[in-house]
Protein backbone atom coordinates (compact mmCIF):
# COMPACT_ATOMS: atom_id res chain seq x y z
CA UNK A 1 0.00 0.00 0.00
CA UNK A 2 2.77 2.23 1.05
CA UNK A 3 4.75 1.71 -2.03
CA UNK A 4 1.71 2.62 -4.35
CA UNK A 5 1.12 5.75 -2.56
CA UNK A 6 4.81 6.71 -3.43
CA UNK A 7 4.44 5.89 -6.81
CA UNK A 8 1.71 8.31 -7.13
CA UNK A 9 3.31 11.03 -5.80
CA UNK A 10 6.37 10.76 -7.60
CA UNK A 11 3.82 10.19 -10.74
CA UNK A 12 2.16 14.55 -9.57
CA UNK A 13 5.29 16.25 -8.99
CA UNK A 14 6.56 14.49 -12.28
CA UNK A 15 4.03 16.07 -14.39
CA UNK A 16 4.16 19.29 -12.20
CA UNK A 17 8.03 19.52 -13.53
CA UNK A 18 6.92 18.75 -16.80
CA UNK A 19 4.13 21.68 -16.93
CA UNK A 20 6.83 24.08 -15.65
CA UNK A 21 9.33 23.16 -18.47
CA UNK A 22 6.84 23.26 -21.21
CA UNK A 23 5.93 26.84 -19.55
CA UNK A 24 9.72 28.05 -19.64
CA UNK A 25 10.24 26.66 -23.26
CA UNK A 26 6.93 28.74 -24.67
CA UNK A 27 7.83 31.94 -23.34
CA UNK A 28 11.58 31.92 -23.33
CA UNK A 29 11.42 36.35 -22.84
CA UNK A 30 10.16 35.63 -19.02
CA UNK A 31 14.01 34.23 -17.96
CA UNK A 32 15.52 37.35 -19.91
CA UNK A 33 16.62 40.55 -18.22
CA UNK A 34 15.77 43.82 -19.82
CA UNK A 35 18.40 46.20 -20.29
CA UNK A 36 18.01 49.33 -18.82
CA UNK A 37 16.47 52.19 -21.27
CA UNK A 38 19.14 54.86 -22.14
CA UNK A 39 17.97 58.31 -21.10
CA UNK A 40 17.27 60.83 -23.77
CA UNK A 41 20.21 62.48 -22.41
CA UNK A 42 22.64 60.37 -24.11
CA UNK A 43 23.22 59.37 -26.94
CA UNK A 44 23.58 55.60 -28.07
CA UNK A 45 27.47 56.12 -27.91
CA UNK A 46 26.51 57.27 -24.33
CA UNK A 47 27.72 60.81 -25.04
CA UNK A 48 25.83 63.57 -23.25
CA UNK A 49 23.12 65.86 -25.61
CA UNK A 50 20.83 67.88 -25.06
CA UNK A 51 17.48 66.68 -23.64
CA UNK A 52 14.26 68.26 -22.57
CA UNK A 53 10.52 67.01 -20.97
CA UNK A 54 8.09 66.32 -23.66
CA UNK A 55 5.92 69.17 -24.73
CA UNK A 56 2.51 69.59 -22.81
CA UNK A 57 -0.59 71.29 -22.05
CA UNK A 58 0.38 72.73 -18.67
CA UNK A 59 -2.85 73.93 -17.31
CA UNK A 60 -4.76 71.07 -17.97
CA UNK A 61 -6.70 69.69 -15.05
CA UNK A 62 -4.82 72.48 -13.20
CA UNK A 63 -6.73 73.87 -10.22
CA UNK A 64 -7.41 77.82 -11.27
CA UNK A 65 -8.11 80.52 -8.03
CA UNK A 66 -11.07 82.50 -9.56
CA UNK A 67 -11.69 86.26 -7.85
CA UNK A 68 -15.53 85.66 -8.58
CA UNK A 69 -18.00 83.15 -10.30
CA UNK A 70 -21.79 83.23 -11.48
CA UNK A 71 -24.01 81.61 -9.31
CA UNK A 72 -23.01 81.78 -5.92
CA UNK A 73 -24.70 84.20 -4.28
CA UNK A 74 -28.24 83.36 -6.05
CA UNK A 75 -29.36 82.17 -9.43
CA UNK A 76 -28.37 84.83 -12.05
CA UNK A 77 -29.76 85.55 -15.24
CA UNK A 78 -28.06 86.05 -18.30
CA UNK A 79 -28.62 86.34 -22.42
CA UNK A 80 -25.60 84.73 -24.93
CA UNK A 81 -25.14 86.72 -28.12
CA UNK A 82 -26.03 83.89 -30.99
CA UNK A 83 -25.29 84.78 -34.91
CA UNK A 84 -27.20 82.42 -37.12
CA UNK A 85 -27.83 83.41 -41.00
CA UNK A 86 -26.50 86.88 -40.14
CA UNK A 87 -29.02 87.19 -37.78
CA UNK A 88 -27.80 87.82 -34.02
CA UNK A 89 -30.18 87.15 -31.51
CA UNK A 90 -29.97 86.69 -27.53
CA UNK A 91 -29.99 82.79 -26.06
CA UNK A 92 -31.09 83.47 -22.05
CA UNK A 93 -31.18 81.50 -18.87
CA UNK A 94 -30.13 81.19 -15.53
CA UNK A 95 -26.88 80.81 -13.53
CA UNK A 96 -27.23 78.77 -10.72
CA UNK A 97 -24.26 77.58 -8.11
CA UNK A 98 -24.45 73.98 -8.36
CA UNK A 99 -26.11 71.35 -10.81
CA UNK A 100 -26.68 71.49 -14.79
CA UNK A 101 -26.90 75.19 -14.44
CA UNK A 102 -23.35 76.14 -12.92
CA UNK A 103 -20.50 77.16 -14.51
CA UNK A 104 -17.40 77.00 -11.83
CA UNK A 105 -13.92 77.58 -12.49
CA UNK A 106 -12.99 73.92 -12.69
CA UNK A 107 -14.19 74.22 -16.73
CA UNK A 108 -11.79 76.15 -17.44
CA UNK A 109 -9.21 73.44 -18.19
CA UNK A 110 -11.41 70.41 -18.13
CA UNK A 111 -11.32 68.18 -21.17
CA UNK A 112 -14.00 69.60 -23.19
CA UNK A 113 -16.27 67.33 -25.78
CA UNK A 114 -19.20 68.40 -28.61
CA UNK A 115 -21.24 66.89 -26.53
CA UNK A 116 -20.65 68.43 -23.27
CA UNK A 117 -19.55 71.79 -23.84
CA UNK A 118 -18.13 73.64 -20.74
CA UNK A 119 -17.29 76.96 -19.44
CA UNK A 120 -16.58 79.44 -16.41
CA UNK A 121 -18.63 82.83 -16.47
CA UNK A 122 -18.50 85.54 -13.93
CA UNK A 123 -21.18 87.36 -12.05
CA UNK A 124 -23.52 89.22 -14.45
CA UNK A 125 -22.61 92.90 -14.79
CA UNK A 126 -26.00 94.67 -13.90
CA UNK A 127 -26.65 98.42 -15.20
CA UNK A 128 -24.93 101.01 -14.22
CA UNK A 129 -22.10 98.89 -12.25
CA UNK A 130 -18.55 99.21 -12.98
CA UNK A 131 -17.99 97.79 -16.65
CA UNK A 132 -14.25 98.41 -15.69
CA UNK A 133 -14.25 95.98 -12.98
CA UNK A 134 -11.20 93.28 -12.82
CA UNK A 135 -11.90 89.97 -13.08
CA UNK A 136 -8.64 87.77 -11.80
CA UNK A 137 -8.03 84.16 -12.79
CA UNK A 138 -4.91 82.67 -11.40
CA UNK A 139 -3.06 79.46 -12.52
CA UNK A 140 -0.52 77.65 -10.68
CA UNK A 141 2.19 75.13 -12.14
CA UNK A 142 4.24 74.29 -9.15
CA UNK A 143 7.32 74.47 -10.97
CA UNK A 144 9.10 76.76 -13.68
CA UNK A 145 7.92 76.38 -16.82
CA UNK A 146 9.16 77.66 -20.08
CA UNK A 147 5.69 79.36 -21.44
CA UNK A 148 5.71 78.92 -25.30
CA UNK A 149 2.35 80.13 -25.79
CA UNK A 150 -1.08 80.95 -23.84
CA UNK A 151 -4.54 80.44 -25.59
CA UNK A 152 -7.98 81.28 -24.66
CA UNK A 153 -11.28 80.57 -26.09
CA UNK A 154 -14.47 83.11 -24.81
CA UNK A 155 -18.15 81.72 -24.68
CA UNK A 156 -18.72 85.52 -24.46
CA UNK A 157 -17.43 88.44 -26.36
CA UNK A 158 -13.75 88.84 -25.98
CA UNK A 159 -13.03 91.42 -23.12
CA UNK A 160 -12.07 94.90 -24.09
CA UNK A 161 -8.88 94.83 -22.05
CA UNK A 162 -6.90 92.34 -20.57
CA UNK A 163 -3.91 91.73 -18.93
CA UNK A 164 -1.28 88.87 -18.57
CA UNK A 165 0.59 88.79 -15.79
CA UNK A 166 3.38 86.18 -14.52
CA UNK A 167 5.35 85.23 -11.33
CA UNK A 168 8.51 83.12 -11.03
CA UNK A 169 8.55 83.04 -7.31
CA UNK A 170 5.45 80.95 -7.21
CA UNK A 171 3.06 84.17 -6.63
CA UNK A 172 4.75 85.95 -3.93
CA UNK A 173 5.08 88.70 -6.90
CA UNK A 174 3.88 89.45 -10.05
CA UNK A 175 5.19 91.38 -13.21
CA UNK A 176 3.29 92.31 -16.18
CA UNK A 177 3.37 89.89 -18.92
CA UNK A 178 0.95 91.60 -21.87
CA UNK A 179 -1.37 93.94 -22.47
CA UNK A 180 -4.81 93.67 -24.39
CA UNK A 181 -7.13 96.35 -25.88
CA UNK A 182 -9.03 98.52 -27.93
CA UNK A 183 -7.04 101.49 -27.61
CA UNK A 184 -3.73 100.57 -25.64
CA UNK A 185 -2.78 104.54 -25.18
CA UNK A 186 -6.29 105.40 -23.95
CA UNK A 187 -6.60 102.54 -21.74
CA UNK A 188 -3.05 101.54 -20.24
CA UNK A 189 -1.42 104.93 -21.77
CA UNK A 190 0.90 102.55 -23.85
CA UNK A 191 1.51 102.52 -27.47
CA UNK A 192 0.34 99.74 -29.52
CA UNK A 193 3.40 97.58 -30.22
CA UNK A 194 4.22 94.25 -31.43
CA UNK A 195 7.99 94.58 -31.56
CA UNK A 196 10.31 94.85 -28.23
CA UNK A 197 13.00 97.14 -28.11
CA UNK A 198 16.25 95.74 -29.07
CA UNK A 199 17.69 97.38 -26.10
CA UNK A 200 15.37 95.87 -23.92
CA UNK A 201 13.95 92.39 -24.88
CA UNK A 202 11.50 91.94 -22.10
CA UNK A 203 9.92 95.19 -22.63
CA UNK A 204 5.79 94.65 -22.15
CA UNK A 205 3.95 95.37 -25.30
CA UNK A 206 0.21 96.27 -25.60
CA UNK A 207 -1.73 94.32 -28.62
CA UNK A 208 -4.83 95.56 -29.69
CA UNK A 209 -5.79 92.55 -32.16
CA UNK A 210 -7.58 90.58 -30.04
CA UNK A 211 -10.26 93.04 -27.91
CA UNK A 212 -13.21 93.56 -30.62
CA UNK A 213 -16.53 93.02 -29.90
CA UNK A 214 -16.79 90.66 -32.84
CA UNK A 215 -16.86 87.39 -32.53
CA UNK A 216 -19.95 87.13 -30.34
CA UNK A 217 -18.86 83.66 -29.34
CA UNK A 218 -15.75 81.25 -29.28
CA UNK A 219 -13.11 84.10 -30.51
CA UNK A 220 -10.19 83.34 -29.74
CA UNK A 221 -6.74 84.99 -27.98
CA UNK A 222 -2.83 83.56 -28.81
CA UNK A 223 -0.38 85.12 -26.56
CA UNK A 224 3.52 84.01 -27.41
CA UNK A 225 5.86 85.27 -25.37
CA UNK A 226 9.07 85.08 -27.56
CA UNK A 227 7.26 86.61 -30.70
CA UNK A 228 8.59 90.34 -31.56
CA UNK A 229 11.74 89.11 -29.48
CA UNK A 230 15.30 90.17 -30.69
CA UNK A 231 16.77 87.02 -29.85
CA UNK A 232 13.55 84.89 -30.86
CA UNK A 233 16.17 82.99 -33.30
CA UNK A 234 18.70 82.02 -30.85
CA UNK A 235 16.71 81.47 -27.76
CA UNK A 236 19.25 79.25 -26.69
CA UNK A 237 21.63 81.19 -26.18
CA UNK A 238 19.97 83.82 -25.22
CA UNK A 239 19.72 84.30 -21.29
CA UNK A 240 17.47 87.08 -21.02
CA UNK A 241 14.93 85.75 -23.33
CA UNK A 242 14.93 82.05 -21.13
CA UNK A 243 14.18 84.18 -18.05
CA UNK A 244 11.47 85.87 -20.06
CA UNK A 245 9.82 82.79 -21.10
CA UNK A 246 9.80 81.21 -17.41
CA UNK A 247 6.92 81.42 -14.73
CA UNK A 248 5.49 79.58 -12.47
CA UNK A 249 2.24 80.79 -12.14
CA UNK A 250 0.19 83.11 -15.14
CA UNK A 251 -2.37 85.34 -13.57
CA UNK A 252 -4.68 86.79 -16.35
CA UNK A 253 -7.25 89.97 -15.22
CA UNK A 254 -9.98 90.80 -17.21
CA UNK A 255 -10.39 94.95 -16.97
CA UNK A 256 -12.98 95.77 -19.67
CA UNK A 257 -16.44 94.63 -20.69
CA UNK A 258 -17.70 96.03 -24.26
CA UNK A 259 -20.72 98.04 -24.35
CA UNK A 260 -23.13 95.91 -25.83
CA UNK A 261 -25.81 97.36 -28.01
CA UNK A 262 -29.67 96.55 -27.37
CA UNK A 263 -31.18 96.59 -30.61
CA UNK A 264 -30.10 93.16 -32.79
CA UNK A 265 -30.41 95.24 -35.66
CA UNK A 266 -26.88 96.91 -34.23
CA UNK A 267 -25.68 93.83 -33.68
CA UNK A 268 -26.07 92.22 -37.19
CA UNK A 269 -24.54 95.63 -38.80
CA UNK A 270 -21.58 95.24 -36.66
CA UNK A 271 -21.53 91.58 -37.40
CA UNK A 272 -21.63 92.33 -41.47
CA UNK A 273 -18.56 94.34 -41.27
CA UNK A 274 -16.46 93.03 -38.99
CA UNK A 275 -16.72 90.03 -40.86
CA UNK A 276 -16.30 92.23 -44.08
CA UNK A 277 -13.35 93.71 -42.38
CA UNK A 278 -11.47 89.90 -41.79
CA UNK A 279 -11.97 88.97 -45.17
CA UNK A 280 -10.33 91.56 -46.48
CA UNK A 281 -7.25 91.20 -44.33
CA UNK A 282 -7.31 87.62 -45.61
CA UNK A 283 -7.51 88.88 -49.73
CA UNK A 284 -11.17 88.54 -49.73
CA UNK A 285 -11.31 84.83 -48.97
CA UNK A 286 -14.49 83.80 -47.49
CA UNK A 287 -14.03 82.53 -43.73
CA UNK A 288 -13.48 78.62 -43.75
CA UNK A 289 -16.41 77.22 -42.16
CA UNK A 290 -15.59 75.58 -38.94
CA UNK A 291 -16.65 71.95 -38.79
CA UNK A 292 -19.69 71.18 -36.06
CA UNK A 293 -17.84 68.55 -34.58
CA UNK A 294 -14.82 70.49 -33.23
CA UNK A 295 -11.47 70.26 -33.49
CA UNK A 296 -8.83 68.26 -30.78
CA UNK A 297 -5.77 70.72 -29.55
CA UNK A 298 -3.30 69.81 -26.70
CA UNK A 299 -5.59 66.38 -25.74
CA UNK A 300 -8.26 68.57 -25.40
CA UNK A 301 -11.66 68.65 -27.54
CA UNK A 302 -12.64 72.21 -27.76
CA UNK A 303 -16.00 73.37 -28.82
CA UNK A 304 -16.16 75.34 -32.45
CA UNK A 305 -19.68 76.18 -33.04
CA UNK A 306 -22.26 78.14 -31.10
CA UNK A 307 -25.62 76.98 -31.67
CA UNK A 308 -28.65 76.53 -29.46
CA UNK A 309 -28.66 72.63 -29.44
CA UNK A 310 -25.06 72.65 -27.92
CA UNK A 311 -26.07 74.70 -25.10
CA UNK A 312 -25.31 72.37 -21.38
CA UNK A 313 -29.00 73.47 -20.69
CA UNK A 314 -32.19 75.26 -22.58
CA UNK A 315 -33.01 78.67 -22.53
CA UNK A 316 -35.66 80.90 -24.13
CA UNK A 317 -34.59 82.67 -27.33
CA UNK A 318 -35.97 86.24 -27.64
CA UNK A 319 -35.03 88.89 -30.77
CA UNK A 320 -35.71 92.11 -28.27
CA UNK A 321 -38.19 93.42 -25.81
CA UNK A 322 -37.41 94.76 -22.43
CA UNK A 323 -38.44 91.42 -20.21
CA UNK A 324 -37.74 87.60 -20.72
CA UNK A 325 -39.56 84.36 -19.30
CA UNK A 326 -36.32 82.17 -18.35
CA UNK A 327 -37.81 78.66 -18.22
CA UNK A 328 -36.02 76.00 -15.81
CA UNK A 329 -37.53 72.28 -15.48
CA UNK A 330 -38.72 71.58 -12.49
CA UNK A 331 -39.14 74.98 -10.76
CA UNK A 332 -41.57 77.79 -11.67
CA UNK A 333 -41.42 80.15 -14.17
CA UNK A 334 -39.68 83.52 -12.60
CA UNK A 335 -39.45 86.93 -14.70
CA UNK A 336 -35.61 88.62 -15.17
CA UNK A 337 -34.95 91.87 -15.92
CA UNK A 338 -33.28 92.21 -19.75
CA UNK A 339 -29.90 93.42 -21.08
CA UNK A 340 -28.15 90.84 -18.85
CA UNK A 341 -25.15 90.01 -21.76
CA UNK A 342 -22.36 91.66 -20.07
CA UNK A 343 -20.21 89.46 -18.15
CA UNK A 344 -17.30 87.23 -18.83
CA UNK A 345 -17.58 83.42 -20.06
CA UNK A 346 -13.89 81.11 -21.04
CA UNK A 347 -14.85 78.12 -22.62
CA UNK A 348 -11.45 76.75 -22.84
CA UNK A 349 -7.61 77.92 -21.10
CA UNK A 350 -3.82 76.49 -22.59
CA UNK A 351 -1.03 77.25 -21.75
CA UNK A 352 2.10 75.08 -24.09
CA UNK A 353 5.17 74.77 -22.76
CA UNK A 354 7.37 72.76 -21.08
CA UNK A 355 9.19 71.59 -17.72
CA UNK A 356 12.05 74.53 -17.35
CA UNK A 357 15.27 71.75 -16.70
CA UNK A 358 17.98 73.77 -19.19
CA UNK A 359 18.38 70.86 -21.56
CA UNK A 360 19.57 68.50 -18.55
CA UNK A 361 16.68 66.31 -17.94
CA UNK A 362 14.15 64.56 -20.53
CA UNK A 363 11.19 64.33 -17.55
CA UNK A 364 10.21 66.19 -14.32
CA UNK A 365 9.27 63.98 -11.34
CA UNK A 366 7.81 64.45 -7.99
CA UNK A 367 9.99 64.33 -5.35
CA UNK A 368 9.23 64.96 -1.39
CA UNK A 369 6.15 66.57 -2.26
CA UNK A 370 7.63 68.92 -5.24
CA UNK A 371 8.00 69.06 -8.58
CA UNK A 372 11.63 69.02 -9.79
CA UNK A 373 13.74 67.81 -13.05
CA UNK A 374 15.27 64.39 -13.10
CA UNK A 375 18.07 65.51 -13.59
CA UNK A 376 21.09 64.05 -15.75
CA UNK A 377 24.48 65.46 -17.11
CA UNK A 378 25.73 65.60 -13.19
CA UNK A 379 23.40 68.55 -12.87
CA UNK A 380 21.35 69.33 -9.60
CA UNK A 381 18.49 71.38 -8.46
CA UNK A 382 15.26 71.91 -9.51
CA UNK A 383 15.52 73.33 -12.52
CA UNK A 384 18.99 71.55 -12.90
CA UNK A 385 20.48 75.01 -12.33
CA UNK A 386 23.69 73.99 -10.39
CA UNK A 387 26.68 71.39 -10.87
CA UNK A 388 26.70 68.05 -8.28
CA UNK A 389 28.85 69.12 -4.72
CA UNK A 390 31.86 67.15 -6.60
CA UNK A 391 31.59 68.66 -10.45
CA UNK A 392 32.27 72.42 -9.94
CA UNK A 393 35.49 72.64 -12.45
CA UNK A 394 33.40 74.95 -14.86
CA UNK A 395 30.15 77.33 -14.59
CA UNK A 396 26.88 75.18 -14.78
CA UNK A 397 25.58 76.21 -18.46
CA UNK A 398 22.40 75.31 -20.64
CA UNK A 399 22.53 72.50 -22.70
CA UNK A 400 22.81 73.10 -26.61
CA UNK A 401 22.31 71.64 -29.69
CA UNK A 402 25.68 71.88 -30.25
CA UNK A 403 27.19 71.30 -26.71
CA UNK A 404 25.59 69.31 -23.86
CA UNK A 405 27.56 71.47 -21.46
CA UNK A 406 28.12 68.49 -18.65
CA UNK A 407 29.78 69.29 -15.46
CA UNK A 408 33.18 68.74 -14.84
CA UNK A 409 33.99 66.82 -11.73
CA UNK A 410 37.08 68.42 -10.09
CA UNK A 411 41.04 67.05 -9.67
CA UNK A 412 41.54 66.66 -5.94
CA UNK A 413 43.64 63.95 -6.10
CA UNK A 414 41.28 61.53 -4.09
CA UNK A 415 41.25 63.00 -1.38
CA UNK A 416 37.83 65.33 -0.96
CA UNK A 417 34.35 64.93 -1.58
CA UNK A 418 33.27 68.22 -2.50
CA UNK A 419 34.86 71.39 -4.45
CA UNK A 420 33.88 74.97 -5.29
CA UNK A 421 33.88 77.23 -7.85
CA UNK A 422 35.85 80.29 -8.68
CA UNK A 423 35.25 82.74 -11.17
CA UNK A 424 38.54 84.43 -11.29
CA UNK A 425 40.90 81.31 -11.30
CA UNK A 426 38.30 79.90 -14.01
CA UNK A 427 39.23 83.00 -16.03
CA UNK A 428 42.91 82.97 -15.08
CA UNK A 429 42.71 79.11 -16.45
CA UNK A 430 41.45 80.65 -20.03
CA UNK A 431 38.10 79.60 -19.02
CA UNK A 432 39.28 75.60 -18.66
CA UNK A 433 39.44 75.10 -15.14
CA UNK A 434 38.01 77.01 -11.87
CA UNK A 435 37.15 74.04 -9.01
CA UNK A 436 38.97 74.43 -5.55
CA UNK A 437 38.67 71.01 -3.56
CA UNK A 438 37.10 71.93 -0.16
CA UNK A 439 37.48 69.91 2.99
CA UNK A 440 41.02 68.25 1.76
CA UNK A 441 41.20 65.01 4.06
CA UNK A 442 44.18 62.03 4.29
CA UNK A 443 46.21 65.32 5.76
CA UNK A 444 46.57 67.27 2.58
CA UNK A 445 45.89 71.10 1.70
CA UNK A 446 45.79 73.32 -1.18
CA UNK A 447 43.37 74.34 -4.25
CA UNK A 448 43.77 70.29 -5.78
CA UNK A 449 44.69 68.70 -2.35
CA UNK A 450 48.52 68.06 -3.87
CA UNK A 451 50.41 69.36 -1.07
CA UNK A 452 50.94 68.12 2.85
CA UNK A 453 49.49 70.15 5.76
CA UNK A 454 52.41 71.58 7.63
CA UNK A 455 53.49 69.27 10.26
CA UNK A 456 53.27 66.26 7.52
CA UNK A 457 55.93 65.39 5.10
CA UNK A 458 55.72 63.51 1.92
CA UNK A 459 56.16 60.02 1.43
CA UNK A 460 58.49 58.45 -0.81
CA UNK A 461 58.30 58.87 -3.97
CA UNK A 462 56.81 55.50 -4.59
CA UNK A 463 53.18 56.51 -2.95
CA UNK A 464 51.18 58.24 -5.26
CA UNK A 465 49.60 61.86 -4.67
CA UNK A 466 46.20 60.25 -4.75
CA UNK A 467 47.12 57.13 -2.28
CA UNK A 468 45.75 58.22 1.07
CA UNK A 469 49.08 57.70 3.01
CA UNK A 470 50.60 60.04 0.97
CA UNK A 471 51.48 62.56 3.57
CA UNK A 472 53.09 61.40 6.84
CA UNK A 473 53.30 62.93 10.10
CA UNK A 474 56.27 64.25 11.46
CA UNK A 475 57.73 62.20 14.23
CA UNK A 476 58.20 64.49 17.08
CA UNK A 477 60.64 65.05 20.14
CA UNK A 478 58.64 64.87 22.99
CA UNK A 479 61.30 64.24 25.84
CA UNK A 480 64.86 64.68 26.79
CA UNK A 481 67.46 61.79 25.90
CA UNK A 482 68.58 59.81 28.97
CA UNK A 483 71.54 61.45 29.15
CA UNK A 484 70.44 65.17 31.24
CA UNK A 485 73.35 67.37 31.36
CA UNK A 486 73.46 69.94 33.41
CA UNK A 487 71.82 73.05 32.78
CA UNK A 488 73.17 76.87 33.83
CA UNK A 489 69.41 77.11 34.70
CA UNK A 490 66.79 76.09 36.01
CA UNK A 491 62.28 76.50 34.72
CA UNK A 492 60.51 78.58 37.52
CA UNK A 493 56.99 77.61 38.23
CA UNK A 494 56.33 81.68 38.64
CA UNK A 495 53.32 83.12 36.03
CA UNK A 496 55.36 86.56 36.23
CA UNK A 497 57.01 87.34 33.50
CA UNK A 498 58.68 90.84 33.36
CA UNK A 499 61.32 91.92 29.91
CA UNK A 500 63.58 94.39 30.80
CA UNK A 501 63.49 97.26 28.14
CA UNK A 502 67.48 96.73 27.66
CA UNK A 503 66.84 93.00 26.89
CA UNK A 504 63.92 93.84 24.47
CA UNK A 505 66.45 96.37 22.43
CA UNK A 506 68.88 93.88 22.66
CA UNK A 507 67.28 90.99 20.70
CA UNK A 508 66.30 91.56 16.86
CA UNK A 509 63.56 89.95 16.56
CA UNK A 510 60.31 89.34 18.74
CA UNK A 511 57.45 87.36 17.18
CA UNK A 512 54.94 85.64 18.40
CA UNK A 513 55.19 81.87 16.71
CA UNK A 514 53.17 78.57 17.37
CA UNK A 515 54.88 75.00 16.95
CA UNK A 516 54.03 72.69 13.97
CA UNK A 517 56.52 70.29 13.82
CA UNK A 518 59.89 68.90 15.39
CA UNK A 519 62.27 66.08 13.93
CA UNK A 520 65.17 65.16 15.03
CA UNK A 521 68.32 65.29 12.98
CA UNK A 522 71.54 64.07 14.12
CA UNK A 523 72.76 66.41 17.38
CA UNK A 524 70.26 68.78 16.44
CA UNK A 525 66.03 68.94 16.39
CA UNK A 526 64.95 70.64 13.66
CA UNK A 527 61.53 72.89 14.71
CA UNK A 528 59.31 73.82 12.32
CA UNK A 529 56.98 77.43 13.66
CA UNK A 530 54.58 79.40 11.74
CA UNK A 531 54.97 82.73 12.78
CA UNK A 532 51.26 84.77 13.88
CA UNK A 533 52.48 88.05 14.69
CA UNK A 534 55.74 90.11 14.13
CA UNK A 535 56.60 92.43 17.08
CA UNK A 536 60.25 93.28 16.32
CA UNK A 537 61.51 91.89 12.88
CA UNK A 538 65.28 93.22 12.62
CA UNK A 539 66.86 93.07 9.47
CA UNK A 540 65.20 89.93 8.57
CA UNK A 541 61.88 90.45 6.50
CA UNK A 542 59.07 88.04 8.34
CA UNK A 543 55.69 87.65 7.27
CA UNK A 544 52.60 86.41 8.79
CA UNK A 545 51.94 82.43 8.52
CA UNK A 546 55.42 81.94 7.29
CA UNK A 547 56.49 78.52 7.95
CA UNK A 548 60.65 78.24 9.25
CA UNK A 549 62.54 75.86 10.21
CA UNK A 550 65.31 76.55 12.75
CA UNK A 551 67.59 73.67 13.65
CA UNK A 552 68.28 73.67 17.81
CA UNK A 553 71.28 71.75 19.33
CA UNK A 554 70.15 69.57 21.58
CA UNK A 555 72.04 70.53 25.06
CA UNK A 556 70.08 73.68 24.18
CA UNK A 557 66.69 72.61 23.96
CA UNK A 558 66.96 70.53 26.90
CA UNK A 559 67.55 73.88 28.74
CA UNK A 560 64.88 75.72 27.25
CA UNK A 561 62.10 77.18 29.50
CA UNK A 562 59.38 76.42 28.83
CA UNK A 563 59.86 73.22 26.92
CA UNK A 564 58.55 73.99 23.24
CA UNK A 565 55.41 71.23 22.47
CA UNK A 566 53.52 71.07 18.96
CA UNK A 567 50.69 73.20 18.19
CA UNK A 568 51.15 75.50 21.65
CA UNK A 569 51.72 79.07 21.13
CA UNK A 570 55.28 81.18 22.08
CA UNK A 571 56.59 84.24 22.66
CA UNK A 572 59.75 84.06 20.88
CA UNK A 573 63.25 86.99 21.45
CA UNK A 574 66.56 86.25 19.97
CA UNK A 575 69.09 87.03 17.70
CA UNK A 576 69.99 86.29 14.14
CA UNK A 577 73.00 84.11 12.50
CA UNK A 578 75.15 85.66 9.72
CA UNK A 579 76.30 83.17 6.92
CA UNK A 580 76.83 84.30 3.24
CA UNK A 581 75.65 87.66 3.66
CA UNK A 582 71.97 86.47 4.69
CA UNK A 583 70.04 86.15 8.29
CA UNK A 584 68.38 83.19 9.39
CA UNK A 585 66.89 82.98 13.03
CA UNK A 586 68.55 81.01 15.93
CA UNK A 587 67.77 79.85 19.42
CA UNK A 588 70.18 79.94 21.97
CA UNK A 589 70.98 79.96 25.45
CA UNK A 590 70.60 83.69 25.39
CA UNK A 591 67.04 83.35 23.70
CA UNK A 592 63.61 84.10 25.45
CA UNK A 593 60.72 81.29 25.28
CA UNK A 594 57.66 82.27 27.23
CA UNK A 595 54.46 80.49 26.40
CA UNK A 596 51.80 83.06 25.12
CA UNK A 597 49.00 84.64 27.01
CA UNK A 598 47.02 87.72 25.43
CA UNK A 599 48.08 90.16 27.91
CA UNK A 600 51.74 89.94 26.76
CA UNK A 601 50.40 92.02 23.57
CA UNK A 602 49.88 95.24 25.81
CA UNK A 603 52.86 94.59 27.62
CA UNK A 604 55.14 94.49 24.65
CA UNK A 605 53.83 97.49 23.00
CA UNK A 606 54.82 99.70 26.28
CA UNK A 607 58.04 97.80 26.78
CA UNK A 608 58.86 99.17 23.21
CA UNK A 609 57.25 102.73 24.03
CA UNK A 610 59.50 103.06 27.23
CA UNK A 611 62.82 101.47 25.51
CA UNK A 612 62.41 104.49 22.60
CA UNK A 613 61.60 107.39 25.21
CA UNK A 614 65.00 106.45 26.86
CA UNK A 615 66.82 105.45 24.12
CA UNK A 616 67.85 102.46 24.58
CA UNK A 617 67.48 101.08 21.42
Given at each position: ?????????????????M?????????????Q???K??S?????????????P???N????????????C?????E???????E?N???????????????SH??????D??????????Q?????????????????I???K????????????????????????????R?W???Q????N??????K??????N?????E?????????????????????P????????????S??????V?????????????????????????????R?????????????????????R??RA?????????????????????D??????????????????????????????????N??????I??????????????????C??C?????????K??????????????????????R??????EK?????????????????????????P??????????????????????????T????????????S?????????Y???EY???V????????????SI???????????????K????????????????????????????????????D??L?M?????????????????ML????K?A????K?
Open positions: MMEHVKKVGAGINQRKFLLVVILTLLPGTMIRPQLKCYAKSKNPIECNEFEIALKKRVEVSETGLEGRPFCRLVEETVSRVCDVCEATGRRPASYLTINNKHNLTYWSKTFQSGEDQNREVELTSFEEYEISYIYMQFYSPRPAAMIIYKSMNHGTVPYYYAECLRRFHPYKREAETNEQVLCSEDFNSLYPFSLGALVFNKDGRPSEDDFEHFILQNWTATDIKIVLAGLHDIPRNPTTLSRISRESSAIEARQGRRRLTPIPRGGVTGGVATRASKTELRHTGVRVSGGTILVSNPGATSTPYSFGSSSYYAINDISIGGVCKCGHADRCKKKGKMVCDCKHKTTGPNETKAFHKDRPPRATKTNANECIACNCNMHAKRCFSADLFSGGTSGGVCVKCRHNTHGRYCHKCKGFYRNNKTKSMSNRRACRRIPVVTGATAKPACPRTCSSKAVRIPPAKCKMAVMRVTGKIRIGRRTTYQVLRVFKRGGMRLKKEMIDIQVRDRVLQCLCPRLRVNRTYLLLGKYARSGNRTIDKNSVIISWLNKYKKRRVARRKRSC
